[in-house]
Nanobody, 122 residues
Framework: VHLVESGGGLVQAGGSLKLSCVDS????????MGWFRQASGKEREFVAA????????RYADSVKGRFSISRDTGKNTVYLQMDSLKHEDTAVYYC????????????????WGQGTQVTVSP
């Protein structure tokens, strides 16, 4: 598994960004995918996750209703659509993968991307 994120950048509060994560090493078909984020000086926290096989999703309360995780099985890509962004969403966002079903525990994910910076100006 080799995960590569893209799509981060600088956006004003209230704006939108769409992150992508592609697995260049193998298919996602037996994996669960998660997005985590880490703000400066804080621990890495769960944002959203999706089971590749059935599309079931889960979100952190802080992003529910604003963020949407999805997958494109043909492109081996998972997305994180982020709308109504807030300054407190500023962080490095990481894509992660594990076998079978998702969890919200970062320690359960053995595979990680390099991260992409999202900065939301007030």
């Amino acid at each position: 598994v080799h995960l590569v994120e893209s799509g981060g950048g600088l956006v004003q509060a209230g704006g939108s960004l769409k992150l992508s994560c592609v697995d260049s090493g193998r298919t996602f078909s037996s994996l669960a995918m998660g997005w985590f984020r880490q703000a400066s000086g804080k621990e890495r926290e769960f944002v959203a996750a999706i089971n590749w096989s059935n599309g079931i999703t889960r979100y952190a309360d802080s992003v529910k209703g604003r963020f949407s995780i999805s997958r494109d099985t043909g492109k081996n890509t998972v997305y994180l659509q982020m709308d109504s962004l807030k300054h407190e969403d500023t962080a490095v966002y990481y894509c992660a993968a594990r076998t079978l079903v998702f969890t919200q525990n970062r320690g359960d994910y053995p595979y990680w991307g390099q991260g992409t910076q999202v900065t939301v100006s007030p």
